[in-house]
């Protein structure tokens, strides 16, 4: 007897029975194909249909309750939906299973390509999402010019100072790596970094020949960077990013508008205070002063209970795979996501109070002690190289 491929399926009858009786699976196929003999034609034969692949197996499934038996009857066709119709009124007439009476009635019709197609639907939204990579001209192209930019970076000195071509009269000098990228990427290649917020000697040499343009973070450890840089190095220019945000975060255009804004460095501090001196001594102490101030604010308004705990494994899982470091205030609300190679230098110059910092993967030495003297409380990452007194450290 032939048998329906999985893959021809296109209806299946669903169909409830009840019998006044015991009754085994084989008789009710045997009434199924006895008792719909002949009242269809020869076309709609069921044994004939059943050959030529047309009817699937027949599932049955049954069971007793007290003195009736009660089931259900599954029965797969390939057949067009007039014809399935057809058979599926044919079961209901049926009225004897074996010796009992018994009662058939079709529950439902189920469009089994209809499934298919709604599961067809799902996977493609799917897997859209999954696509990498572009096909756009322009994409592609902008792609291939920013690699080359980037790829064009070199060190500077001893300290291996990130740079583009510094060989040029005006120089443009940031603070880490990730704004120089963020500088060559966007066409400005007279860019040096100073890997942090200390100034190198590097920097200092180069001012005596060339005519340094400081570009500094948008808050107040930005102004306390060029405080230091202008005490210590000759520096003619400064332009600041605009207020909350990072040089690394800038687009093209913000970059170039703001180191149209450059000013002579005398100018800038006169802004603030009314000379340098008092400015370094007085400034500096006011911003450390608040900033203890604020860190124990957020750690008295902070517990790390069985709450914050489900809600920081649930972050960590949402960023899972992205190779980036979330940053987190009190409240557990995102403060930054930035990469976690440049999360030590953002937390060196972060303007909010960190509590907690979640890592897609492991958490370096560095970062555990750039979050130490950020104040962080709690960090969760999948590996840890080193313990800390200060900071509880959650894996997931």
Do not use: W
Request: aromatic fraction near 4%; glycine fraction near 8%; proline fraction near 3%.
């Amino acid at each position: 007897m032939a048998k329906i491929s999985p893959v021809s399926i296109k209806y299946m009858i669903h169909a409830n029975f009840s019998a006044e009786g015991a009754l085994e699976k084989p008789d009710v196929i045997g009434a199924i194909f006895g008792q719909t003999e002949g009242l269809l034609g020869a076309d709609l034969e069921m044994r004939e249909l059943q050959k030529e692949g047309k009817i699937g197996r027949i599932e049955v499934d049954l069971h007793k309750e007290g003195k009736t038996t009660v089931g259900v009857v599954k029965i797969p066709t390939a057949l067009d939906q007039s014809e399935t119709t057809l058979i599926a009124a044919a079961i209901e007439t049926i009225e004897r299973i074996g010796p009992c009476d018994s009662q058939i009635s079709v529950e439902r019709i189920e469009d089994v390509r209809g499934s298919k197609r709604d599961y067809i639907v799902e996977r493609a939204k799917k897997l859209m999402q999954e696509i990498h990579g572009t096909t756009d001209s322009r994409e592609i192209s902008a792609e291939i010019k920013d690699s080359a930019r980037i790829a064009g970076i070199k060190e500077h000195g001893e300290g291996k100072l990130p740079c583009g071509d510094i060989s040029g009269k005006e120089l443009i000098v940031v603070e880490g790596r990730a704004d120089v990228v963020n500088l060559l990427r966007n066409g400005v290649n007279n860019v040096i970094g100073m890997n942090g917020t200390k100034l190198p000697d590097e920097i200092k040499e180069l001012g005596k020949e060339k005519e340094i343009t400081l570009f500094v973070d948008g808050d107040r450890g930005g102004k306390l960077i060029a405080q230091n840089v202008v005490e210590n190095a000759n520096v003619k220019y400064i332009a600041v990013a605009p207020d909350g945000k990072e040089v690394e975060e800038l687009t093209g255009k913000e970059i170039l508008m703001n180191l149209r804004k450059k000013v002579p460095a005398r100018e800038f501090f006169s802004s603030f205070l009314e000379n340098k001196k008092s400015y370094s001594r007085e400034t500096r102490k006011s911003y450390y002063e608040n900033k203890v101030e604020e860190k124990k604010d957020v750690e008295d308004n902070f517990e790390l209970n069985k709450e914050s705990k489900e809600k920081l494994k649930e972050i960590a899982k949402e960023n899972e795979g992205k190779e980036r470091a979330i940053i987190l205030d009190s409240s557990l609300n995102k403060i930054k996501d930035v990469s976690v190679k440049t999360l030590p230098s953002t937390l060196n110059r972060i303007k909010d109070v960190p509590i907690a910092i979640i890592i897609d993967g492991k958490a370096t030495n560095s970062i555990i002690m750039s979050a130490e003297d950020a104040g962080c409380k709690v960090i969760v990452a999948k590996n840890f190289s080193s313990m800390s007194d200060k900071i509880q450290m959650l894996s997931f």
